[in-house]
């Protein structure tokens, strides 16, 4: 057994919630489509592919994923995704090589296939509400999306759509 590896006993008596992400552990090719500018009007798209890889900590309250865009310009995101269980709730972080800071966290919980997480934070200075969804209906081949609302949830912009899917052994 790997030092990374939850013992099934434990990560067994974990509440309900707690196993929302256990679908995403291991090794995943990303295939990324983001907006070139956003909250500009842009309809301008980017897309590439990165190399993913997550894996469960805290004896499974939580988990870390990592993924590094190599080649021009080099770029590394993780995730830091923390259940709380007084709440039920995920806290999802997230911090990147652009500047190596913690963003605010993002709030919520999985219904059924779908998880929602909403929190604030500012783009360019300009305050914004971000979600996320993430859609599990087929846990081999996961989306997540990202979208900003700088009109306090009037409007929203989707400016990032991530497809998961296993590597090629």
Same mark, same amino acid.
């Given at each position: 057994?790997?030092?990374?590896? *939850?013992? $099934?006993? /434990?990560?067994?008596?974990?509440?309900?919630?707690?196993?929302?992400?256990?679908?995403?552990?291991?090794?995943? *090719?990303?295939?990324?489509?983001?907006?070139?500018? =956003?909250?500009?009007?842009?309809?301008?798209?980017? &897309?590439? &592919?990165?190399?993913?890889?997550?894996?469960?900590?805290?004896?499974?309250?939580?988990? /870390?994923?990592?993924? =590094?865009? !190599?080649?021009? !310009?080099?770029?590394?995101?993780?995730?830091?995704?923390?259940?709380?269980?007084?709440?039920?709730?995920?806290?999802?972080?997230?911090?990147?090589? !652009?500047?190596?800071?913690?963003?605010?966290?993002?709030?919520? $919980?999985?219904?059924?296939?779908?998880?929602?997480?909403?929190?604030?934070? &500012?783009?360019?200075?300009?305050?914004?509400?971000?979600?996320?969804?993430?859609?599990?209906?087929?846990?081999?081949?996961?989306?997540?999306?990202? $979208?900003?609302?700088?009109?306090?949830?009037?409007?929203? &912009?989707?400016?990032?759509?991530?497809?998961?899917?296993?590597?090629?052994?």
């Amino acid at each position: 057994m790997s030092l990374f590896t *939850i013992p $099934a006993d /434990i990560h067994a008596t974990l509440p309900e919630g707690a196993h929302d992400f256990d679908f995403l552990q291991g090794d995943w *090719i990303i295939h990324h489509r983001r907006l070139k500018e =956003r909250l500009a009007g842009s309809n301008e798209w980017e &897309e590439f &592919e990165t190399p993913a890889v997550m894996q469960l900590i805290l004896g499974g309250l939580g988990n /870390i994923d990592q993924c =590094r865009i !190599t080649g021009d !310009t080099f770029f590394e995101g993780v995730s830091l995704r923390l259940f709380d269980t007084a709440d039920g709730l995920w806290r999802i972080y997230w911090t990147d090589s !652009t500047g190596a800071r913690l963003f605010p966290p993002l709030i919520g $919980a999985f219904t059924g296939a779908i998880g929602i997480f909403r929190g604030d934070d &500012e783009h360019l200075g300009t305050p914004v509400k971000v979600v996320f969804r993430w859609d599990k209906t087929d846990p081999q081949n996961p989306t997540w999306e990202q $979208a900003f609302s700088a009109d306090n949830e009037r409007t929203w &912009e989707t400016n990032w759509i991530m497809n998961f899917r296993r590597p090629q052994p």
